[in-house]
């Protein structure tokens, strides 16, 4: 289908180290991003992956592509109170920097850090 | 990162009429803008794409003569939603792509409630 997917809610104790999954449509997506979203606030680019790439690091944060099981995933260690938002995956799908691409935005987890 | 503004943040209009938000890009010059729409606890869906000097290109099911959006310049893109109504109430988010066309930067949204 169409529909871009992630698990509705995470809940994880400080400290620990957060999971967030994806699972996009398109195999010909040329970037997958992770972005935050604090409430009634907008986005807030966290990073991004190209698509020939299996695993990036940044910091506290760790993105795997399974480009095969079109599944990306986004790690964060050391989980702190401060990350608690929503978190949406988006595939960018049509082709490189094409007037006709456009990002496709996942459902969105909820994480809940617990003090 | 680069910053996009919306306006106004917030707005309540009666059922009837017509409200205009602005969307800038404050350090760049954006081709193309995108407009999308965000239903309580749920992802973004893209309204339409808005490209400088030219018509918007909306996505299936956006009515075009309700929603319209005009990009006058390199910095400046607005949506009207026209006729309001309560169902028209939402939370509308504005992006700028970057000249290299590899990431989007997201206002921080406009919260529109139709009375």
């Known amino acids: 289908g169409e529909d871009v997917e992630q698990s509705l809610f995470l809940s994880v104790r400080e400290g620990d180290s957060s999971v967030i999954n994806c699972t996009y449509t398109?195999?010909?997506?040329?970037?997958l991003y992770w972005y935050k979203q604090e409430p009634g606030a907008g986005l807030q680019l966290l990073t991004y992956i190209f698509s020939n790439m299996d695993m990036k690091q940044d910091q506290r944060l760790t993105v795997l592509l399974n480009k095969k099981d079109k599944h990306l995933s986004l790690r964060i260690a050391d989980t702190q109170t401060g990350d608690s938002a929503i978190y949406f995956c988006?595939?960018?799908?049509?082709?490189?920097?094409?007037?006709?691409?456009?990002?496709?935005f996942g459902t969105g987890t909820l994480l809940a850090v617990q003090p | 990162g680069a910053v996009v503004s919306q306006h106004p943040s917030r707005v309540i209009c009666k059922s009837g009429t017509s409200v205009k938000i602005e969307c800038r890009s404050l350090d760049f010059q954006a081709t193309t803008m995108f407009w999308y729409r965000q239903f309580p606890k749920k992802s973004l869906m893209l309204m339409a794409t808005?490209?400088?000097?030219?018509?918007?290109?909306?996505e299936q099911g956006v009515e075009k003569d309700k929603f319209l959006i005009n990009h006058a310049s390199l910095t400046l893109s607005t949506l009207t939603v026209t006729s309001a109504h309560p169902e028209d109430s939402s939370f509308y988010i504005c992006?700028?792509?970057?000249?290299?066309?590899?990431?989007?930067?997201f206002g921080p949204g406009t919260r529109l409630t139709v009375t």
């Open positions: 992006s700028a792509r970057d000249p290299q066309g590899l990431e989007q930067y």
């Open positions: 988006a595939e960018k799908r049509g082709g490189y920097g094409g007037a006709t691409n456009k990002l496709i």
């Open positions: 398109d195999s010909s997506s040329t970037y």
């Open positions: 808005s490209n400088e000097g030219s018509k918007a290109t909306y």
